[in-house]
């Protein structure tokens, strides 16, 4: 199965790069969401489109609540996984790693999702951002 789906691989990255470059167009002036940072030289596959949000709990409802699907892929931190037990880690050990648990979100980034689903998804998370301002939220579609 897997030979049959390597001559796609390229392919499907490109389209999830495609995705990932328009969100972070589309998502790059909002203070409270962070989009991910690729280190100049590297270069990112997109398996997941994971932001951060201080109140992630409430976009996620937010989300729910406009049909988007999402994915909290990493909601323990390693240290704390029951796995890792026998090493002693407490909470608190390492608290960026606690706090970041805490605040990540993946956004839909599938090869076939294209502009029109991204701008969607997007418009979602810019109109929760602006919940609580002066000015009334923007229509999610």
């Known amino acids: 199965m897997l030979l049959a ?9 490109a389209g999830r790069r495609a ?7 589309l998502l790059a002036d909002l203070e409270p969401v ?4 690729v280190a100049e030289g ?15 709990d409430e976009l996620r409802a937010f989300l729910e609540g406009n049909g988007i699907g999402h994915g909290v ?12 037990q026998a090493l002693g880690y407490a909470p608190g050990d390492f ?3 606690e706090a ?3 605040e990540v979100l993946s956004l839909p980034i599938y ?25 009334p939220p923007l229509p999610c579609t």
Request: charged residues 25%.
């Open 34 to 37: 962070m989009t991910p940072v």
């Open 42 to 56: 590297n270069f990112h596959t997109y398996n997941q489109y994971t932001i951060r949000a201080e109140r992630r």
């Open 5 to 13: 789906k390597l001559p796609y691989l390229d392919q499907w990255i």
């Open 111 to 135: 090869p076939e999702l294209g502009e029109e689903r991204v701008r969607i998804v997007a418009a979602v998370v810019r109109d929760f951002c602006r919940v609580g301002e002066t000015r």
């Open 19 to 25: 995705n990932a470059a328009f969100y972070d167009e």
């Open 73 to 84: 892929y990493y909601p323990v931190p390693l240290h704390l996984q029951h796995c890792f």
């Open 100 to 102: 970041l648990c805490e």
């Open 95 to 97: 608290p960026v790693a």
